[in-house]
């Protein structure tokens, strides 16, 4: 009989909790629909300069800096504002707080002239412009390198073709071995999609497509979203996080057809990058020519970028000093989430001082 009246007191506790939690619930979800998100992106920064579609960003420290400089290269579908979502939940205002320059590549809308861009503009061209331009902001001639998914792929492309400029090499659930179980890798492998058609026909990958597409990858995503929103209505902090999300969702970028299609047939389909046929300009891309400190990022419940997608980078290159750092959360909680974003910022922050006096001594064969 206690028993029975201890599950009666408590499903009555909890639904007196669940009715005072409605008014909260109404009244944030009314909030939600009507928020104007003005605060995004907003740790200061200025322009470095700009070329093609890329521009290079320079935020600075707090305080005097004795930190190599660090260049974030976001992903090239979305927005780079993830890293840098509102003040609490970013990883650069993090970074600054802990003393370090932060130089930032912003890919932007693609012009009409760059339905011709290929990855060899995107990597040899602007990648390069700004590690260049980040350079002369470097005491010893060498950068920290930080690429977020697409762009920690093209960093660590970067890396093996120039690996006298780089420092340390950090990646953020960036794929490298494409043959894996991931929902983007079983699209690509299965999908009867003529890429070399829709370059012919488009010039441009519309960013509609691309986003259409990932809803297609989770056609049960956009339900569990709403609902999950309506479940944690009455929360505060997940009701504002959820329209900062939204706004970066739904802001997507073009991609050019040339460097889109490539990157899907050679890479996604035949795997080049990691069983090393993979060329640029007809230069070979070895991975084994990276030597510099490695710090690869995964996410534990990422099914964009398995894991063993990305981890398999620490197996491929030449580096003394490797650490692989498995974060909670998915593809992007791994990144916004309160509890797996204060381990990224920590372990990153911990490795940049690590490697603050590391030089790395690279003998280049032209």
Known sequence: MDSLYSVGKSILSRTRENVSRYPRGIKNLFSAATKEVNDIASTPRVLVGKSGRASLYKYNSIGESSHEPILLVPSLINRYYILDLYPGCSLIESLVDNGHDVFLLEWLDPRPQDI????????????????????????????HLFGQCMGGTFSTIYTAINPEKIKSLVTLTAPV????????????????????????QWGMIHHEFLQQSFKVLKPTGVIRKWDTLLSNSWKDEFVHKFCYMERWINDNVSFPAKTYTKYINELYRENRLANGTFTLNEQLIDLSAITCPVLCFT??????????????????????KTRHVELGGGHIGCVVSNRHQKVLWSELDEWLLENKNEVQNVHVTQ
């Not at 894996?180 to 012919?200: I, P």
Request: aromatic content about 6%.
């Open 116 to 143: 011709y861009a290929t990855m060899e503009d995107h990597i040899l061209s602007w990648m390069n412009w700004a590690v260049d331009e980040t350079l002369k902001h470097a005491t010893n001639r060498q950068v």
């Open 177 to 200: 071995d494409f043959c894996d179980d991931g929902l983007l890798s079983t699209w690509a492998r299965e999908s009867s999609v003529n890429m070399n058609l829709m370059e012919q």
């Open 299 to 320: 996410a534990k419940g990422d099914d964009i970028v398995p894991p063993p997608s990305a981890e398999l980078l620490i197996d491929l290159v030449s580096s003394k």
